[in-house]
């Protein structure tokens, strides 16, 4: 989606977004990515604005066995006073026993399942995008998951299916709508699409025409006027922010002013190349609070370099300086050579930024695509889905 064209001021505020009791007053929602949004990146982005800022998703096979990083990746800084975690799984039975844990043990305020990863060693053991393709499995991971929640919200993230012969979101979400989802968000893309092309606005509207429920729509939020526009074009209650944000935390001020009614052409954050640096070097100070080591933390800040300062004038030099920092005393160093006064580049700053790749056939499991029931496939060979580490 082109983010050149700007729409005219929204005439009322969004309405808020309820889970539970909780009210969340801007219906905005950090997408989990992998690596990037633990507490540090969180943090930061709130410092911007507010929503609903979702934890990297973890496995639930891997949170009921106390993996040590599992258990790192599920803790919240004391200032997120709601806490919301993204769940991995392709078992009712694991799923459940994880979501008591949050719920006895207080790890959480709200819980949302994962069924959007197109990765191909998650999807070819019929996790992720792939597993809403067999209904009854769906469901019971749905029904097993919400019967633990008890008083804890939960809500459901998918994709549109698994490509465009195989789609699965409007079953999926009367599934999830039946089994008493707060919401459901709608990734507008299958997992063959991967991140490549547009994601297709128009399932959201299908969606949000088929649910009583609420639905948020997520693909190509690249700005707060895409945002603005997604909602206009599909009637959906709030946007889901992944790649869009990657650089750009001052995008979630931008997205609470639109979604506050106080927009206009025009309207926005552009950053001087000087504020950039400040948010480049909180981010790095916060991941070194994050990992509790200032190596770690500066080694895991080089892969947002790109991200930061694209469209600036900050030479291949001084990037690659910045990608092989070790210490937050050396990025001090290296952002002071910078022209802080360097004004906002306008779309040279803009645009789509992270993974995106080209289509591909998705990786399945054997005859997975034959019968919308688990025939012929066991349980425990899925279990193998639930590898310890992140999806998108």
Known sequence: MSTATLVAPQARAAKPLMLGEHQIDVPVVLAPMAGITNTAFRRLCREFGVGLYVSEMITSRALVERNAETMRLIGHHPSETFRSVQLYTTDPVTVGDAVRVIVAEGLADHVDLNFGCPVPKVTRKGGGSALPWKLGLFREIVESAKSAAEHLPLTVKMRKGIDDEHLTYLDAGRIAQDAGVAYVALHGRTAADMYSGHA???????????????????????????????MRETGADGVVVGRGCLGRPWLFGDLAAAMQGEWHEGAGIHPSLGAVAQAFRRHAELLVEFFEDEGRGCRDIRKHV??????????GELRAKLATSSSLAEIDEL???????????????????????????PSLPDRWLESRELDGVTRADMSAAEVHNSGG
């Open 200 to 230: 297709d606005w128009s399932a959201i509207a299908n969606l949000k025409n088929a649910l009583d429920i609420p639905v948020l729509g997520n693909g190509d939020i690249w700005s707060a006027d895409d945002a603005l526009r997604m």
């Open 306 to 315: 790109a991200w930061y300062f694209k469209g600036y004038p900050v030479g």
């Open 335 to 361: 952002l002071a050579t910078l022209d802080w006064n360097a004004p906002y580049p306008g779309e040279g700053a803009e645009g789509a930024r992270g993974r995106q790749g080209s289509p591909r056939i």
